[in-house]
Each structure stands twice: as C-alpha cells, then as structure tokens.
C-alpha cells in the first residue's frame, strides 16, 4: 500500500518538474524580491536557468543589475534549489493597469477598493476648485507616507531616495555641464 505524502513535498516535487510553476511563485513573490522596484519590472520567464525580466527604463534596469546576485540568492531560497543562476534584463514598458487589476504588490493596490468617481459637474468653478485641491492634497499626504518625495526644487511629487526629480537634476547637470 502506498504511504501518504506530504504536501509539502509534493510541492516542491512539483517545483522541480514545472518551469511554469517556478515563474509563477516567483512572480507572486516578487514584491518580496525587488522591494521597491517590483512597481516597475516584471519576471517574463525562466529559460536554461537565466530569468527574463522585463524593466521600465534604463535606470531600474542599471539598479536591478547591481542587485542581481541578492535577486538570485532570495530566488534560489524561495524555490529550495538552484534553478536561476543568472538574471537578464530587457527595457520595455511594464502595464501597471494590468498590474493592479492582477492585484500585484503595488504601492496603490490598498486604495483600489476605495476608489470612486469624483463628479464636479453639479458643481460651481470655485466648489470644484475647492474639491480638487483637496483631493490633490489627500493624494500627495498619501503618496509622501508611502515612500514618495518631494522635490525642493518644483515641488512635484516622485519615487525614489534623491532630493530633486528627474528633470530639475537634469536641468542642474546640463547648467553644470554648460560652465564648463
């Protein structure tokens, strides 16, 4: 008679033949994985041990290869062997639409639930003035609690650990540069 199995081996049995079944705890787990880069990068697949990723632009594509080694180690621990050995990178735009209604780890996945359509068509100029000043307001408390910055240079609202966006350090360099 046959004697029971565990659950858990039959997983990681499963691990072991199924190449779909690694991509998809991978991409379940890539939240974990990445940490703040999840937004913007997607694994695509898994082909002779090289994980394809797909990234939003150049910039997560250069931070994600200094990571690399960390991404294959947590990968590696995740699946209980040595089944990526080297991650490759292709720049190509990420559907964050997708990503949410997906409901992967995205920094705005708790607030889908409470989205809602704001009318201001009842609404005087100055009400809806009023309104949206608030509304833009909620959001950017919210966004500066989950991580966002904001610039001191314009003021806009961006991800990521320097103190002026992307286009105000732009400006800066090209002023720096033309001196010279």
């Known amino acids: 008679m046959n004697e029971p199995i565990s659950v858990k081996k039959m997983i990681e049995e499963a691990v072991k033949k199924s190449g779909t079944l690694r991509i998809s705890i991978i991409k379940g787990a890539w939240q974990g994985i990445t940490d703040e880069l999840a937004i913007k990068s997607e694994p695509l697949g898994i082909k002779d041990g090289i994980l394809y990723t797909a990234v939003e632009n150049s910039i997560c594509l250069h931070a994600m290869n ?14 209980k062997g040595e089944y990526v050995v080297d991650i490759k990178y292709r720049v190509r735009k990420i559907n964050l639409e997708a990503k949410l209604e997906r409901g992967e780890g995205i920094i705005f996945h708790e607030k889908t639930e409470k989205l809602t359509e704001y009318k201001t ?55 720096t540069i033309n001196r010279y």
């Open 121 to 175: 068509k009842d609404m005087s100029v100055s009400e809806s003035i009023k309104y949206l000043s608030v509304l833009a307001k909620k959001r950017e408390k919210y966004l500066l609690e989950k991580g966002y910055k904001k610039c001191e240079n314009c003021g806009t609202i961006f991800f990521g650990k320097e103190k002026l966006c992307s286009k105000c350090r732009g400006e800066k360099e090209s002023l």
């Open 66 to 79: 200094m990571r690399k080694d960390r991404y294959i180690e947590k990968i590696n621990r995740l699946l």
